[in-house]
């Protein structure tokens, strides 16, 4: 049962897995810096000179104030805290967008890089090979019919 767990284990590390795994919360930890300082440096400083400084993380409904009175016995005050769930909120809202234009801005980016089209940036070999393919297989296709049309058998 050891020696099979150990076998799968080095098997799991060797494919690939965990390597990719690892690869992942590293870059993944990376990209969360980045997005926080957008989102802390970029993003917030202007929204909140929009708002002209307002803190709803104090923001609150009061469903019992703390006992001020000598004698009573209710030392805490109870409230909804609705500030930081809208807080929560905006920052949620900014964060998404934030990345959603990352990873828009790359979709682009890649996209321009897989267009043989597009000479503004070097197309990936793989993908400039397919495109000769492409365009041989197309002017095979055209020779053939044109030999059909003509009632020749293609050779």
């Keep these: 049962m050891g020696v099979k767990l150990l076998k799968d284990f080095k098997e799991f590390a060797v494919k690939g897995n965990m390597i990719d795994i690892a690869i992942g919360v590293i870059i993944g930890s ?13 993003f917030l400083p202007p929204l909140s000179f929009l708002t002209d400084g307002i803190n709803l993380e104090n923001k609150r409904i009061i469903l019992r104030h703390a006992a001020t009175e000598p004698g009573i016995t209710r030392p805490e005050e109870i409230a909804i805290g609705y500030g930081k769930l809208i807080e929560a909120s905006v920052d949620f809202l900014i964060i998404g967008f934030t990345v959603f234009m990352i990873v828009r801005l790359m979709h682009t980016i890649r996209k321009r890089a897989n267009d043989p089209n597009d ?27 044109g030999q059909k049309q003509r009632g020749g058998k293609p050779s």
């Design 119 to 145: 000479t503004s940036v070097a197309t990936p070999k793989d993908i400039e090979l397919l495109s000769k393919m492409t365009t041989l297989m197309e002017r095979q296709v055209e020779l053939l019919e």
């Design 30 to 42: 990376a990209f969360n810096k980045v997005v926080d300082v957008l989102v802390k440096e970029i």
